[in-house]
Nanobody
Framework: QVQLVESGGGLVQPRGSLRLSCTAS????????MAWYRQAPGKQRELVAS???????EYTDSVKGRFTISRDNARNTVYLQMNSLKPEDTAVYYC???????????????WGQGTQVTVSS
């Protein structure tokens, strides 16, 4: 059994900052890519940022230069530092991790429960 637990969401004013964290726990052999997605009301879930096991990162265009994804492999944790937040960043943010639970097991994508980020004055 694998669990992803997120924290760090909340209400912030425009141009403010938040840091999201997501920790994977349970029967983990290895973690490949980790990522953050978001889903705003009435919209499809979108990929915000991803990071490989070798720390290669990618970002959707709307957050480049404002968000930074990082990971701590010793803690099985991925972070999303969000700066210069805008009202359009308001969404539920979900973390995901591609995890192998044993040497012979397939890689499976696991999801966190989501954390609300609201950017409003």
């Amino acid at each position: 059994q694998v669990q992803l637990v997120e924290s760090g969401g909340g209400l912030v004013q425009p141009r403010g900052s938040l840091r999201l964290s997501c920790t994977a726990s349970g029967s983990i052999f290895s973690i490949n890519a980790m990522a953050w997605y978001r889903q705003a009301p009435g919209k499809q879930r979108e990929l915000v940022a991803s990071i490989t096991s070798g720390s290669i990162t990618e970002y959707t265009d709307s957050v480049k230069g404002r968000f930074t994804i990082s990971r701590d492999n010793a803690r099985n944790t991925v972070y999303l530092q969000m700066n210069s937040l805008k009202p359009e960043d308001t969404a539920v943010y979900y973390c995901s991790s591609n995890i192998r639970t044993s040497y012979s097991a397939p890689v499976v994508k696991y999801w966190g429960q989501g954390t609300q980020v609201t950017v409003s004055s």
